[in-house]
């Protein structure tokens, strides 16, 4: 069984840009979370999909951040404009929908680069 | 509200030490705890978790962790180290009671294994 990808593994753009990450969760997986580290921070929530709604998106930090999930399926994270506090480590995850759901999959994450 | 702090961003030991990294969480609910590896140039990979059951949890490669209410800890340990364990652990909560929801993260501890 294929794990959850992501594309593109790394990404440099310059500020204003604008960069889409693409993440594919397991097959079957009804729920979908991104999440994003900082240089040197903690690993932070910023959305939550289950199948194609949003959840939880209290930890999107601003509006130039958009995620969809097409179809329930996989999912996108679009930046617009970029901006240098935006470089880091964006990681995608999914989990079943149930009791089981609280264990998530981790994708290897998409580094984003802002210069 | 959740929040995880591990002790220590940096822990170096022998091959064939005891491994012993910190983790303490604060939840208002009943937590689900989670400890995850990353090795180099990879996504994250589940090691263990306590999910209400047992209080000492064994996961893969010789690690395991306790669950103490009273200290509100959940430290992971692993009886000796191989060169192989080199890598950055993060310790999570989820206050899920079984659901799929956010994880909070700590700041990750970086494993050295010196030979």
Redesign the interface.
């Given at each position: 069984e294929a794990?959850?990808t992501q594309f593109p593994s790394h990404s440099v753009i310059e500020k204003g840009q604008t960069v889409t990450l693409r993440c594919d969760p397991i097959s079957g997986h009804?729920?979908l979370?991104w999440?994003r580290r900082v240089m040197g921070?903690?690993?932070?929530?910023l959305l939550?999909f289950?199948k194609e709604s949003k959840?939880?998106e209290s930890?999107m930090p601003n509006n130039r951040f958009l995620a969809e999930r097409t179809g329930g399926t996989y999912s996108t994270l679009k930046v617009q404009p970029a901006e240098l506090e935006d470089s880091g480590v964006y990681?995608c995850?999914s989990?079943q929908?149930?009791?089981a759901?609280?264990?998530?999959?981790?994708?290897?994450?998409t580094r984003l680069t802002v210069l | 509200a959740q929040s995880v702090t591990q002790l220590g961003s940096h822990v170096s030991v022998s091959e064939g030490a005891l491994v012993l990294l910190r983790c303490n969480y604060s939840s208002s609910v009943p937590p689900y705890l989670f400890w995850y590896v990353q090795y180099p140039n990879q996504g994250l990979q589940l090691l263990l978790k306590y999910t209400s059951a047992a209080t000492l949890v064994k996961g893969i490669n010789g690690f395991e962790a306790e669950f103490k209410k009273s200290e509100t800890s959940f430290h992971l340990t692993k009886p000796s180290a191989h060169m192989s364990d080199a890598a950055e652990y993060f310790c999570a909560v989820s206050g899920a009671l079984g659901s799929a929801r956010q994880l909070t993260f700590g700041s990750g501890t970086q494993l050295t294994v010196l030979p």
């Open positions: 794990g959850v009804d729920n979370y999440y921070k903690e690993i932070k929530f939550h289950v959840q939880d930890g990681f995850a989990s929908g149930g009791l759901g609280y264990e998530q999959f981790f994708g290897p994450g | -």
